[in-house]
């Protein structure tokens, strides 16, 4: 863990960068929460919480050494018990993952292997539809509509029936968009009744509506509904890999025989200290919310058009190819996230530390003023 000394020094390293008081943190911030150094080259490419583990976590990865003789199961048993206490399932409704990417990998293989499909917006994150597509599974895609948020009403026009899933990453990842609520409610639970629905809620926690309805509440109800968490975000623990898929009883027994990357003593124990870990959940939440400000108030002044984020990172119309950008931000230092078919001038920027995002600022007005 660093110090605070060589925090600040390495935040004041890159090209002279001077910080405004309010973005620098204090020693015991900086101890319970790590934040990542300021790089030669900051990496903003993959959506990573900038902070994490925290101290507590470290200290819990640290004991959990002592276990690493020790297959995993029963540890993933008693975190699983933990997490179907949190959602209000059944510990059978909770399959451990080793990351979140996982469980979307062998939701898509137990359900469309050997011709069926998946209906998906696009774009959207593509590990389930990729990895399904290698055994036979048809994707239907869907586009987003102008304002780039789902179009539930194609999407529901779409299903058929060799429809197995319907894959909503909501908030949906790249475009940070989120459905209104009671369409959401509305389009799964009536959708339900004639497929799966699968909700990735990866950037669940960052919605700022405080009464926003996570789809674990059709799970209770028993619906066709899949939904699955990661540890890998707000939590900061993208490293690890765990995540975990939150089912009704008939269909996690059928995912469950398809797990293929069990996780391990120490991310189990991550995870489990991360639950608890209430300080270092609402400071990443507070941080991410501040940098994300700092982001939109700079293309607010460059005059680019971004949509409005419930996640950690931004889209934003960039007015150039991404590949033109991404090449002239990485000369300055900045690595920015790859294209997003069909949107070749738009950009996804991950929210970092809020010195990373200030010399991602200090870059991109930088590029847009040497026009």
């Known amino acids: 863990m660093q110090s605070r000394r060589d925090w600040l020094r390495s935040s004041v390293g890159l090209g002279g960068l001077i910080l405004a008081p309010e973005l620098v943190l204090s020693k015991e911030e900086i101890k319970k929460f790590n934040p990542r150094p300021l790089l030669s080259t900051i990496k903003l490419s993959s959506n990573e919480n900038p902070y994490g583990p925290s101290e507590l976590v470290q200290k819990a990865v640290i004991k959990a050494f002592d276990h690493g003789c020790r297959y995993p199961y029963v540890y993933s048993d008693a975190l699983a018990t933990k997490l179907a206490k949190k959602h209000g399932v059944d510990p059978e409704s909770i399959i451990i993952t080793g990351g979140s990417t996982e469980g979307l990998k062998i939701t898509g293989l137990t359900f469309t292997q050997g011709g069926g499909e998946i209906i998906a917006g696009q774009p959207t994150f593509l590990a389930m539809m990729d990895f399904a597509e290698q055994w036979g599974a048809k994707i239907n895609w869907v586009p987003v509509g102008v304002d780039k948020g789902y179009d539930l009403n194609a999407i529901n026009n779409q299903i ?48 700022q509506e405080s009464d926003y309805p996570s789809m674990d509440t059709l799970v209770r109800k028993g619906k066709n509904v899949i939904v699955s968490k990661t540890f890998s975000k707000v939590y900061g623990l993208a490293g690890l890999r765990i995540g975990y898929l939150i089912a009704p009883p008939h269909l996690a027994k059928q995912i469950r025989t398809n797990v293929v990357a069990m996780s391990n003593v120490l991310a189990i124990a991550a995870a489990d200290k991360a639950l608890e870990d209430n300080d270092f959940y609402n400071f990443s939440l507070n941080k991410i919310k501040q940098g994300r400000k700092l982001i939109t108030d700079t293309l607010d002044n460059l005059g680019l058009n971004y949509v409005a984020s419930n996640t950690n990172f931004v889209f934003f119309h960039s007015k150039r190819h991404i590949d033109e950008l991404g090449k002239q931000m990485l000369e300055k230092g900045v690595r920015i996230g790859r294209p997003f078919p069909p949107f070749y001038d738009w950009c996804r920027i991950s929210v970092g ?19």
């Open 353 to 371: 530390t809020l010195p990373e995002v200030q010399a991602f600022t200090n870059a991109l007005t930088e590029v847009y003023r040497e026009v």
């Open 160 to 207: 058929n029936s060799n429809t197995k899933l319907i894959f909503l990453c909501n908030p949906n990842n790249p475009t940070g968009t989120v459905l209104p609520k009671n369409l959401l409610q509305d389009f799964c639970e009536s959708a339900s009744k004639k497929t799966i629905i699968f909700s990735d809620e990866a950037y669940y926690d960052f919605i």
